[in-house]
């Protein structure tokens, strides 16, 4: 059973950077790609960012395009989600998820392992 530990969330100002990382533990096998999606108070679950694990292509939402960058290890089975310029409105927890077959990097029902999540607060 694949095992995803996010680590990294907290407090922050506006304009402040915070690194997340997700260690994957129990993997018998290569994933197709691992992914960070956030959920904010009221609102669905939405895709952030993405990264192919075989070549390292990595997908954006356009809200976060520019600021975010996803980043893997694959020798520690590990991805970091780098933010910069942080909004209040990135304001959520933060959850990576890995996929283990073909599909849509945003599509959250097609990712087969999630991480407990981590908050991000940013204050204005």
């Known amino acids: 059973q694949v095992q995803l530990v996010e680590s990294g969330g907290g407090l922050v100002q506006a304009g402040d950077s915070l690194r997340l990382a997700c260690a994957a533990s129990g993997r018998t096998f290569s994933s197709y790609s691992m992914g960070w999606f956030r959920q904010a108070p009221g609102k669905e679950r939405e895709f952030v960012t993405a990264?192919?694990?075989?070549?390292?292509?990595?997908y954006y939402a356009d809200v976060v395009k520019g600021r975010f960058t996803i980043s893997r290890d694959i020798a520690k089975n590990t991805v970091y989600l780098q933010m910069n310029s942080l909004k209040p409105e990135d304001t959520a927890v933060y959850y990576c998820?890995?996929?283990?077959?073909?599909?849509?990097?945003?599509?959250?029902?097609?990712?087969?392992?999630w991480g407990q999540g981590t908050q991000v607060t940013v204050s204005s």
């Open positions: 990264v192919h694990w075989a070549d390292g292509r990595t």
């Open positions: 998820a890995d996929r283990l077959h073909i599909g849509a990097f945003t599509d959250d029902s097609g990712y087969d392992y």
